[in-house]
C-alpha cells in the first residue's frame, strides 16, 4: 500500500531555532514529492522535488530529496512565530496518465516568542 | 483574484440531507481534485479530473458523494443523504503545467 508518514508528529520550538522535519514515502510510480505549509486554512505549496540532491531553497525554507533512501526533509533555519504551522508532505504518483497525490498526515510547528 | 475558489466555505446541515459543494479552478489549469480532510489528518483523496473526464475516483468514496466537471470549467461534489462522518473540510486543488497543486479555501461541512 502506498504511505506517506512524516515526523516528528508535533514540534515546539524557540524563535530563532532551526528546526527540520522528515518525509518518508513508499509509493509506485513516483514522480515528485511536495511539501505544503497549512495554517487555518488550506495548505499553500511551497516546494516541489523531482531529483535527488538538488536542494531547493527559499528564504529561510529549505528542501531536499533523497530517491534512493525514499525521504525528504524540509529545514527552517531562524524559525518565526509566523512559521507555526501544520507542514504537509505529499507524494505524487503517475498511474496509467493519471496523477494522484499521496499526503501525510502532517507535522505541527508551534514556534514559541 | 485569479485563486481557486471554493463555495460556500461554510456549510451545516442535518443528517439525511443532500449538500453540493462548487469548486472554480485556476483558469488555466485543467487537472482539478477533491480532496476531504478531518482534524490532525492530511489531504485525503477523493476523485481526479483532468478536463471534464472524471479520470479516477477513491474506493474510499461511497455511492453518496459523486462529482461533475462540466466543460471541463468549475466541478461540483454533491454528498446525498448526509452521515456525520461525513464531517470534514472539502478541499478543491487545481494544477498545470508544472503539477504542483494549488488549494482552494475549503468547504468546512458540519452535519448535525
Known amino acids: 500500500e502506498d504511505k506517506v508518514v512524516q515526523s516528528p508528529l508535533s514540534l515546539v520550538v524557540h524563535e530563532g531555532d532551526t528546526v527540520t522535519l522528515n518525509c518518508s514515502y513508499e509509493?509506485?510510480?513516483?514522480?515528485?514529492l511536495l511539501w505544503y505549509k497549512q495554517e487555518k486554512k488550506a495548505p499553500t505549496f511551497l516546494f516541489m522535488l523531482?531529483?535527488?540532491?538538488i536542494e531547493k531553497k527559499s528564504g529561510r525554507l529549505s528542501s531536499i530529496l533523497d530517491k534512493k533512501e525514499l525521504f525528504s526533509i524540509l529545514n527552517i533555519t531562524a524559525t518565526q512565530t509566523g512559521d507555526s504551522a501544520v507542514y504537509l508532505c505529499?507524494?505524487?504518483?503517475?498511474?496509467?496518465?493519471?496523477?494522484?497525490?499521496?499526503f501525510g498526515t502532517g507535522t505541527r510547528l508551534k514556534v514559541l516568542a | 483574484d485569479t485563486g481557486v475558489s471554493q463555495d460556500p466555505r461554510h456549510k451545516i446541515t442535518k443528517r439525511g440531507q443532500n449538500v453540493t459543494f462548487r469548486c472554480d479552478p485556476i483558469?488555466?489549469?485543467?487537472?482539478l481534485y477533491w480532496y476531504r480532510q478531518t482534524l490532525g489528518q492530511g489531504p485525503e483523496f477523493l476523485t481526479y479530473?483532468?478536463?471534464?473526464?472524471?479520470?479516477?475516483k477513491s474506493r474510499l468514496l461511497s455511492d453518496r458523494f459523486s462529482a461533475e466537471r462540466p466543460k471541463g470549467s468549475f466541478s461540483t461534489l454533491e454528498i446525498q443523504r448526509t452521515e456525520q462522518g461525513d464531517s470534514a473540510m472539502y478541499l478543491c486543488?487545481?494544477?498545470?503545467?508544472?503539477?504542483?497543486?494549488?488549494f482552494g479555501p475549503g468547504t468546512r461541512l458540519t452535519v448535525t
Open positions: 486543488a487545481s494544477s498545470f503545467p508544472t503539477y504542483e497543486q494549488y
Open positions: 509509493v509506485t510510480n513516483f514522480r515528485s
Open positions: 523531482t531529483s535527488s540532491g
Open positions: 505529499a507524494v505524487s504518483q503517475l498511474t496509467s496518465g493519471t496523477y494522484k497525490y499521496i
Open positions: 483558469s488555466e489549469h485543467n487537472r
Open positions: 479530473f483532468q478536463n471534464e473526464a472524471q479520470l479516477e
